[in-house]
């Protein structure tokens, strides 16, 4: 059994041991050492060179090293009928709810605000609002959304989530589709977007949609938090939204450009809080797992785990 790494910057030895050690008859390949495309039986990939996987006339499966697909989709040669599996994994899923409650909640606190007093050495204090008081809504009620959703609830912030499909969630609201954007919206105070990143889901969140947040709530104005896919909001939108005051804040774990250009403006804003594409990170032995039992399945007939739509795109 072939199965090749198209992923730059993994370590090559490392998924070489681990896989034999999981897989005797497994044989990895990369194209650093030139291999047989006929041969491959699966790949594990991230961000792979266009065309690549269409030549290989023989996979039967493709794994993304990461939750997002993305970045294997975009390559329009894909194979439609070879499955792309994702990975959907606890720990990460954990990381996510820990990134955004910690953000949330620094937010109801106003924390990126007695950081700036703390330095100029001011002593302001105020009387915290408390989380039953703020309205909290969650674009894409995926693997993602839904246990943000519950670590949320559990903290006690009202909660609604806006997904493609209507959801039922326990003590949260959800919207669903385009007709009920604009009500999701309108009861939104911190709006945070963990959609995938698909043609349809492409520069959504701009100006006009985030003009649309609520206006009535507890904190000066409305606050984002974007750790889905970069694309997905327009960064000169949210720039304009906070100088506007229609945003008094935004959180951003992802980006239109990665690593984030050194003269981007947000570096600089006092509104933004940066963080470098880590709000979730998979751990590579919770990889090699899924992809040892996501081939185990492939080759007992089973049914596989975690697979993409490649139509829709997530
Ligand atoms: P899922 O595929 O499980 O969920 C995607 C959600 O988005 C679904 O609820 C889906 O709706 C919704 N959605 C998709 N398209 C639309 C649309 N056009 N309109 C409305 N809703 C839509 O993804 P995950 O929750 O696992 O992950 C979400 C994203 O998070 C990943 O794609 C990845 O890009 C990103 N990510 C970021 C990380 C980080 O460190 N910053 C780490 C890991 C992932 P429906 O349920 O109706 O189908
Ligand atoms: C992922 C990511 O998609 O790290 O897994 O963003």
Known sequence: MHVLLLAEGEPVEWWRDALRADLPDAVLVCPENGFDESAVDYALVW???????????NLRLVFSLGAGV????????????????RVVDERLTRQMCEYVAFHVLGILRRHAEF???????VWRSETPHTACDLRVGIMGLGVLGRAVAKTLRQLEFQVAGWSRTRHKLSDVDCYAGEEELA???GRTDVLVCLLPLTPRTTAMVDFALL???????VLDAPAFIGAGRGKVHVERDLLRALDAGVLSH?????????PLPSDSPLWSNAAVTITPHCAA??????????????????????????????????
Not at 73 to 85: I, K, N, T, W
Not at 250 to 258: G, H, N, P, R, Y
């Open 115 to 121: 950081a700036l007093f703390q330095r100029s050495r």
């Open 70 to 85: 993305e970045h294997v989709l975009r390559d329009r040669s894909y194979p439609r009928h070879v499955p792309l599996v």
């Open 250 to 258: 935004a959180v951003l774990d992802v980006f239109e450009t990665e």
């Open 281 to 314: 990170v998979a751990d590579p032995r919770d990889m090699l797992r899924q992809v040892v039992a996501a081939i185990e399945d492939d080759r007992r007939g089973r049914p596989l785990r975690h697979v993409v739509d490649v139509d829709l795109g997530y």
């Open 211 to 217: 003009d649309r947040l609520a206006r009535d709530g």
């Open 47 to 57: 961000d792979p060179p266009e065309g690549a996987l269409a030549r290989l006339d």
């Open 183 to 185: 009500e999701f919206l």
